[in-house]
């Protein structure tokens, strides 16, 4: 059974940092590329970045570029989002999702269950 | 880049068919055939349910179909049951930032 759970949100306060994981299985994780995507409470869905399934090529959305970094472990079967300079406004469920492979698009067929991530003083 | 502009809702009874439409640009719905659909229930992760525009994933019920026209993308739900009462999204690919961008969200309620 594919899943995907992801660890690592908590409180933290505004211009401080956070690392998210993301734990694979069910499945080959290094043939996969994968998205992080976020929500905030009450609001609709945001994509925040993209990785290929070789960890060399990376997208991010304009609202968090050089503040997060997505990464992955393929021998673990993790991924990664390193969020530094946080901001109230980054306060979100995280979610990171599996592509359908050689999918055209935002094709994420397998999610988290995400994690909250609230950015407060 | 802006968010693609979705009803805020769309209702039916029991057994009706009912459309969502998702409006975009010439950048994103209109450049590619690159546009899904996913449902999401109250503190749930999305499910996805249509992908390059008219494709469904296995499991997805054949209810649910997709279609474009221009800059415009339509989900539809055929049969409409109770079970279908969700958020749901369109997210498609544009040429530049953000690379996926999403629909503003459109909440369906079977009457």
């Known amino acids: 059974e594919v899943q995907l759970v992801e660890s690592g949100g908590g409180l933290v306060q505004p211009g401080g940092s956070l690392k998210l994981s993301c734990a694979a299985s069910?499945?080959?994780?290094?043939?996969?590329?994968m998205n992080w995507v976020r929500q905030a409470p009450g609001k609709g869905l945001e994509w925040l970045s993209y990785?290929?399934?070789?960890?060399?090529?990376?997208f991010y959305a304009d609202s968090v570029e050089g503040r997060f970094t997505v990464s992955r472990d393929n021998a673990k079967n993790s991924l990664y989002l390193q969020m530094n300079s946080l901001r109230a406004d980054d306060t979100a469920v995280y979610y990171c999702?599996?592509?359908?492979?050689?999918?055209?698009?935002?094709?994420?067929?397998?999610w988290g269950q995400g994690t909250l991530v609230t950015v407060s003083s | 880049q802006s968010a693609l502009t979705q009803p805020a809702s769309v209702s039916g009874s029991p057994g009706q068919s009912i459309t969502i439409s998702c409006t975009g640009t010439s950048s994103d719905i209109g450049a590619y055939n690159y546009v899904s659909w996913y449902q999401q229930y109250p503190g749930k992760a999305p499910k996805l349910m249509i992908y390059?525009?008219?494709n469904r994933p296995s499991g997805v019920s054949n209810r649910f179909s997709g279609s474009k026209s221009g800059n415009e993308a339509s989900l539809t739900i055929s049969g409409l049951q109770a079970e279908d009462e969700a958020d749901y999204y369109c997210t498609a690919y544009a040429h530049r930032n953000p690379f996926y961008v999403f629909g503003t969200g459109t909440k369906v309620t079977v009457l």
């Open positions: 069910g499945f080959t994780f290094s043939s996969y590329e």
């Open positions: 999702a599996r592509e359908i492979p050689r999918c055209g698009g935002d094709c994420n067929d397998y």
């Open positions: 390059e525009v008219t």
């Open positions: 990785i290929t399934s070789d960890g060399k090529i990376m």
